[in-house]
């Protein structure tokens, strides 16, 4: 669905195209439960610069033409092929599993409708990132990862974000792909919409200001928003559409 607001709030954009792109949230089990890679962009990146991300990019001719038609096909390739050009990982495209689908806001001036996935590491596998692109990497368990964000440490954006707070549920590798496998694939198109103070806020479906674009509109809130440096989630009196992720009750 495309926000009725999207041309009055964030206009600038609305005509870019939207390029299909994947990204895979690769995964271990480590000495304190299941860690996950996160690599950082190359600050001189126009997209995302400097930002911590999951390895992944736009799904290119070569993976729609193996693919043969086949979009799911073709995003599993894509995915698993950017992990290899970035990390040095070769992922198995058929045993990822599905987490969720982004697509970029309305107003940007690069968009994306991208697919996550999720996979184990492979044993043998051996992280060797390649220093254009990518200019570091960490394996985090997705708590740690979370407190390291909320403490200015470490830049990232709001898909990246909801899928660590996803993924923090589980103990193990074994139960984020059992569970990920089971649950449904949330289609998120958020409404971004800039605040006074600079800054701007995305919004979900809803939230009572998901059509008009008015953050101060009474009602329910589903949002991300920048405190100090790292985000927040709010998920309040919504009626009709789930929050992101399980939140703690």
Known sequence: MQPSAASSVCNEGAEVAVRPASTVVLMRDGSVGLEVLLVRRNRALAFAGGFWVFPGGAVDAEDRAAAVGDADEAARRAAAR??????????????MVLVSH????????????????????PDDGEVCIDQDEIHDFRWLDAGAALAEHAAGRLPMLPPTFITLCALARYPDTRAALAGERESPCPRILPLMVPTEEGGFVTLYPGDCAYESGNLEAPGPRHRAFLREGAWRYQYENVVGEPPLYPLDS
């Open 102 to 121: 982004w697509t970029t806001p309305v107003g940007e001036k690069k968009r994306f409708a991208t697919w996550f996935y999720a996979a184990r590491m």
């Open 82 to 95: 950017e992990a290899r050009e970035e990390a040095g990982v070769r992922p198995d495209p058929e045993a």
